[in-house]
T-cell receptor
């Protein structure tokens, strides 16, 4: 179990630029989740995948956000035309089965700062 | 949808004392309640969880209690140590759901 890996750890970008984050889940986990965490708040659900299928997207995920999980392995989260309000920690988690039945394993996140 | 509230938002205790964090949830269908610990610069890490068919669960210095009727659940840490200092999150979901809803967190400081 090598854990969930996220890259980059930090990203500073100018407003209006596009950014992409990568998440490598634990290898045998078929579920992958993206959460967003702002200072002093708990993680907020954004979206999740079962293998390569994206099964649910939160209302928080505007059309500027897109996530993919090609071949059911790693996942990418892209934010287009970034805004200052997008500044947050983006957390990825994976689980072996449905999250209500097996625990979420989180990565250490990508901290995005939009200037 | 599910809403999870958590109190207090900050908690400071002397080393060796106990700490209690309380949460409430809104969805009566929720039946799985994990607790996560987040240290600075790291992602949340599961420390204990409880399912609705159990009223209490203990793991060394950590215990969780659940009152399904009142929709309350609590985390109890005994004999606190400085390394317990972190942010703690309660969460709730239903067994067949994939969306885990987190509370806003409690920042625990253990003073040596």
């Amino acid at each position: 179990d090598t854990g969930v890996s996220q890259n980059p750890r930090h990203k500073i970008t100018k407003r209006g630029q596009n950014v992409t984050f990568r998440c490598d889940p634990i290898s045998e986990h078929n579920r992958l989740y993206w959460y967003r965490q702002t200072l002093g708040q708990g993680p907020e659900f954004l979206t999740y995948f079962q293998n390569e299928a994206q099964l649910e997207k939160s209302r928080l995920l505007s059309d500027r956000f897109s996530a993919e999980r090609p071949k059911g392995s790693f996942s990418t989260l892209e934010i287009q035309r970034t805004e200052q309000g997008d500044s947050a920690m983006y957390l990825c988690a994976s689980s072996r089965t449905v999250a209500g039945d097996s625990p979420l394993h989180f990565g250490n996140g990508t901290r995005l700062t939009v200037t | 949808g599910e809403n999870v509230e958590q109190h207090p938002s900050t908690l400071s205790v002397q080393e060796g004392d106990s700490a209690v964090i309380k949460c409430t949830y809104s969805d009566s269908a929720s039946n799985y309640f994990p607790w996560y610990k987040q240290e600075l610069g790291k992602g949340p890490q599961l420390i204990i969880d409880i399912r609705s068919n159990v009223g209490e669960k203990k793991d060394q210095r950590i215990a969780v209690t659940l009152n399904k009727t009142a929709k309350h659940f609590s985390l109890h840490i005994t004999e606190t140590q400085p390394e317990d200092s972190a942010v703690y999150f309660c969460a709730a979901t239903e067994t067949s759901y994939d969306k885990v809803i987190f509370g806003p967190g409690t920042s625990l400081s253990v003073i040596p």
